[in-house]
């Protein structure tokens, strides 16, 4: 018989010596090297089977689960649209789909969570996400609705919610248009928008406002006509001022009073004396003695005049300058002008800082009553479209309640009697998992432990079936085959060849059979 010869690779360390080629292992090689590390085997099952049962059976809690079945029926006024030629199958199947999304929506779970008065934060949605499930019944129109929790009586309350839920969303969707939620959002929005009038109006009444914007620019306006005014009378003062300076200089140098006249009686006396003469000569001749000492003294006297000795002589009268008077009384209308332009301007400062104050505290007050005004006409105009979206939702209402009622609640969930429950099933697995990990680590335990004597893995030498007697070296096997065999028979020894059958060997104790461990053949053996 030819031996099959091995021809996997030996790796450095563990290669057997030239000529001698290693032996293929079988089941009895497996479970004998099994067998040898069987207290390893165990201890590594225990450590690995105890902690994943348990995780298992803290992990993997019981849960109940609920279960509800809806019916869903065809409207025969309002169909949903197939294709043509499709048939009644399959536009049922459209529907069932359709109804099983909206079930199976976040949406309806939202709505759920908010009808029972909870908060629909993440934690909560996940938790219903996770436990809800929907499923058709096969060649039936029946959707099958479960939801697996902790408690019967939670499964079965949460179910029912959820149900109950999808059918007021599907009658909102389907038949009111979101009108009654749209008159919720009216009324929601005209209280907000009463609010911010309220908010707006008492703002202005804390502050002693009637129109903010009017007064804001009013007060603007005033700022602006004040600083004119004020400019023309500082122009006006210093106008005035100035002009009474300048009569005032002219003042210093124009005498207060003046000679009016001066009064003598030169000339008097020269026309007295020529009606004398006149008078004289109507009587005496122009010889005459009285006549010519008349004239005698009117030239004594025309002489006197004409010389100037008569000038300037006799009584003088003095009185007030009229142009010192005039322009004194100038002055004084200008310095009395400047007067009164300066009190007017100081009136004119004093208004202007008041307006300025006032227009500085409105500047304040702007970014609040913009908030303010923003969020009363956001809210108004938001009350506006919601009315009117509210209207045209009632007006859109259909009498026809067909569509909504094409659902019905066929069975609804009850508290389930029984628990479903997969810690025997993650035991089981756990189990397979350690038992499997113990056996790899036995069986490579010991094939390394093996693998450090080549002995262990040499061909057996053969009986040749041509030779005759053959008398086996039989050799200790390395551990750990000399414990599997203990158990064992001793290998049978050389038979001749006429007789017609061998003793067969022990499975146990075919890794202590006869070995070769030389390259040269055994004795009475041939080389194959």
């Known amino acids: 018989m030819v031996l099959m010869e091995s021809t996997r690779g030996s790796s450095s360390g563990n290669s057997a010596p030239e000529g001698v080629s290693r032996r293929e292992l079988d089941l009895f090689d497996l479970l004998a090297l099994a067998w040898s590390k069987k207290v390893l085997i165990v201890l590594v099952f225990l450590v690995l089977f105890i902690p994943m049962a348990g995780a298992a059976w803290l992990v993997l809690k019981p849960e109940y689960v609920a279960q509800s079945r809806l019916l869903v029926l065809l409207d025969p006024e309002d169909q949903a649209p197939g294709a043509a030629g499709s048939g009644g199958a399959f536009t049922l199947d459209q529907v069932l789909q359709s109804e099983a999304e909206i079930l199976n929506s976040e949406t309806v779970r939202r709505l759920a969570i908010e009808r029972q008065g ?22 039936a129109s029946v959707l099958q609705a479960s939801y697996a929790g902790e408690t019967p009586q939670s499964a079965a309350n949460a179910l029912n919610a959820i149900v109950d839920a999808y059918l007021a969303y599907r009658h909102e969707v389907l038949v009111e248009d979101g009108a009654d939620a749209l008159s919720d959002r009216l009324r929601a929005a005209e209280i907000s928008a009463a609010v911010a009038d309220t908010n707006l109006r008492t703002f202005l009444t804390e502050n002693g406002i009637v129109d903010f914007q009017a007064e804001r620019l009013a007060l603007v306006t005033r700022v602006t006509e004040l600083e004119n005014a004020l400019l023309s009378a500082e122009a006006a003062m210093q106008s005035a001022r100035g002009g009474a300076a300048a009569l005032s200089e002219r003042l210093q140098d124009m005498p207060q009073s003046i000679e009016l006249y001066v009064e003598n009686d030169v000339t008097g006396q020269l026309l007295a004396l020529e009606v004398r003469r006149r008078e004289l000569t109507s009587r005496y001749q122009d010889d ?7 004239d005698r003294e009117i030239r004594s006297l025309r002489e006197l005049v004409q010389s100037g000795g008569a000038d300037g002589a006799g009584q003088r009268r003095t009185g007030a300058n009229p142009v010192y008077q005039e322009l004194n009384t100038a002055r004084l209308q200008r310095e009395s002008e400047a007067a009164a332009q300066a009190r007017l301007a100081s009136t004119l400062r004093s208004q202007l800082e008041a307006a300025r104050t006032q227009a500085d505290r409105l500047s304040g007050l702007a970014s609040q009553y913009d908030r303010l005004s923003r969020e009363q006409v956001s809210r108004s105009e938001a009350a506006s479209r919601l009315a009117a979206q509210s209207a045209a939702a009632a007006s859109r209402r259909g009498a026809s309640t067909g569509v909504a009622d094409s659902v019905r609640i066929v069975e609804r969930a009850t508290p389930p009697a029984e628990a479903r429950s997969l810690r025997r099933a993650g035991i089981a697995a756990a189990g397979i998992v350690a038992l499997g990990a113990a056996m790899l680590l036995g069986l490579l335990t010991a094939y390394f432990d093996a693998t450090r004597d080549p002995r262990a893995l040499r061909r057996p030498a053969r009986l040749d079936r041509d030779s005759d007697l053959f008398e086996a070296e039989v050799e200790p096997a390395p551990s750990p085959y000399r414990q599997a065999a203990s158990v064992s028979e001793p290998p049978p020894k050389a038979r001749p060849r006429s007789v017609p059958a061998e003793t067969p060997e022990r499975p146990l104790a075919v890794l202590a059979r006869v070995r070769d461990f030389g390259s040269r053949p055994l004795a009475g053996t041939r080389p194959i």
């Open 288 to 294: 005459a003695p009285p006549v010519q000492a008349i």
């Open 118 to 139: 909870g908060t629909a934060d993440a934690a909560t949605l996940k938790a219903l996400r996770d436990g809800f499930t929907v499923e058709r019944a096969p060649n």
